[in-house]
């Protein structure tokens, strides 16, 4: 082969090994995904409020305050472009097939049906959660208020007469905005179908809307909000997927499927040995339980009923193998409400019988617990508790501690899709009240031993599987209902003896109880409580007559029920309260294992939810707990947490972070150089200035040459101006003495103009580099703001002399 037919040969090689199709390596969809908001541009998402006098807009904070985009307002926004791509990939014919695809992602919105709804709305297969600063930088700023202040700025904005085209009056706004520049980033899950078609045509769907978030907030048709939002670096694996498949498979059916398999029955036993098995949740977003809805504000409970628990236990359990829906029906498992932790136990609601001097406050504030059980009323006036958790009543000397939930409210909006903007027609603006974000809740698994033995011959360590993360409450899809869920312990024997050999029984109700009457119908009926315990305890028990001391302190509560499924009220729940406190006159004997009995299992309907739990002759209502004090001592310690370590250049959020900084340093510069430019005294002995030396022609001079510092070596151009007005006597005689030795050293040394300044730059650092960088960065800005501050301000005290001295002449 010539060489001229080796050249070809090689050419023609090349050639077909650049001609091969690319390996596109095999991208599997996800079932959990963190998604990065990339904010552009500053942006301004609003809490609805302002503040009074100053700014009419205020951004949305998370609980330390530093601002996040909330799961509603990222969730609406993704949606949105995923009909848009869903409407293309349809050729713009309405319902197609692509649009069905949107639903399932997202849920249905029977709200906008026109039609009366047959089916049951379909839930949302994505869960997305709140973006919020990178973990490193949000830790700093937690604790650095003026850092977090930097955050943001505020703009001022105006309104447009249509017809004019010109500012209308009395319409000047003040909005509060975010710094552009940074990644957020949200955690994001979705049930994907079983069918590997299906969960492809979901997946790519999902991720082809991410090209079309392009802007989100408010004013984002005014330059604001604009973003990337990124889920998959591979997007053209998903966007050719679909190319490839222009008919999308069909959604599945809406169905729940727990997966039962192989399941074990075991004994159903009457006289039960219990089980007890402690639930610590604590919330990792507000919590939203439903108590009722009061206009547009929906209220919250504060516990998580064993109704939500119920649940997500028997779903956990079932995948073990063994019947928990029979466990339910036979009353074989109980699940309590979850209240907040008190003394690392499970808080009980405060007996109504406990009241307190109004004017002195009770457990909380240290003041005077009465116990009307056992005490007389005072001559003070008392209020009785309506609120609140206390612990376990551990010895004679103090009252147990007391706690009470913390609740937030925010507030939301429904945007109507024609104006883009929330309308009275699609619901308008909504509040939610939710259980404060972190608090921490504790409830308890019991169950029977047979119930106990056989899933422990499925797994010895079966309560583990119950730990992970879950979602309770209202809206738990997006903002709310994020919880962990630990079994702190393994389960522990309940002891089957309570031994009473007082003749009274008093009756502590520790969750709501629900009775029926002789005609089935709900009742709040004390002999019908009566009438319960003596079926169930076999002896005759009449309520205690009335005297000076009280023997019935008890309330009604009403529970508006909820059907998850189609959004609709169920059936309300009335009963006992939790708390109410009833003294009973036994007559006979009381059997100590069916007391036990009664405690570990309920009374009343529906015990398996947490109704019906009840106390029996509890030390703290035996007590006369106005000789008790508050034990201050027992409380939390409320240690600060460390603020973390500083940025570095490696950090993603490095770059973000410089710009904080910056704005954090300009604005300290400023408060320091106004605070010291205010006092003559401060002025003369920094830059020599007098009440009339120098003349304000000499100061002007001064600031022009000042003004053209740029940059730390930009002193060439003041230094020789200083020693030229040394060198002329009729100039230099305006100066003081140490006027002009003071200029040059703050001109030469760049330390002089900090040492000055006297600023805290720990509080304002973010990066490892920052004080470095920034000293030499604003070295020159901060010079010339010090120095044009302290002439205005001997300039306006000038003014002031020589108005006054007008004044008093013309006197």
Known sequence: MNKKNKKSHKKSVSSSKNNQPKIVPRITPKSSFTATLKLISDWHIGCGAGRTGDVDSLVQRDRDGIPYIPAKTLTGIWRDACELVALGLDNGEENGAWQKWVDYLFGEQPSLAEAAIETPPRPAALSVRAAYLPESLHKLLKHKPELKNALTFVKAGISIDPKSGCAINDYLRFEEMVRGGTELKAKCELNLPQDEKQKKAAYALLIAGTKLVERLGGKRRRGAGKCHLVVEEEIKYWIDWIEAHPEPPSIPDCLETEGLRNTEEFPVIQDKTWLRLKLKITAKSPLIVAKQTVGNVVETLNYIPGTHLLRLVRRKLSHLGVDIDRAIAHGD????????????QPGRPVPLSLFYEKLSGGLDKGGK????????????????????????FTNGSSLPKYAKVNLTIETHNTVEDKFQCPT????????YEAIEQETQLQAELRLSKALADALSRKSKKWFECLNGDARLGQSKKDDYGAVFLSATLSP???ERNLEIKDPELIVWLLSDVLLRDERLRPTTSIDHLAQELQKLLNVTLTKKDEGEKLSLIARTHRIDSWQVRWGLPRPSLVGFAAGTCVIFQVKGILDSSKLAQIQASGIGERRAEGYGQICFNDPILIEETSKLEVNTSDKNCQCKSSSG????????????????EQAAWREAINQAVLRIAASPDSRKQALGIEPKKPKMSQLGALRSVIGRLQTFTDNIHVIPWLTSLEQTPNRKDKWSTNSLNNIRRLVSHQDDVWSLLNINFAEISLTRTGEQDLKAELWAEAVRTFVDACIRAHKRDLEHKSDTNQEQGEE
């Open 424 to 431: 009275s027609e699609v619901g308008g603006v909504y509040s």
């Open 333 to 344: 498992i109980v699940v309590t409400n979850a209240t907040i932790e008190v003394d690392e």
């Open 645 to 660: 370590e500083l940025i570095s250049e490696k950090d993603s959020a490095f770059s973000y972070a410089r710009v904080i």
């Open 492 to 494: 522990q024997l309940i």
């Open 369 to 392: 617990v009465y116990n009307r059980l056992v005490e007389l009323e005072p001559q003070e006036q008392l209020k009785g508790y309506r609120e609140g958790y206390i612990g376990a």
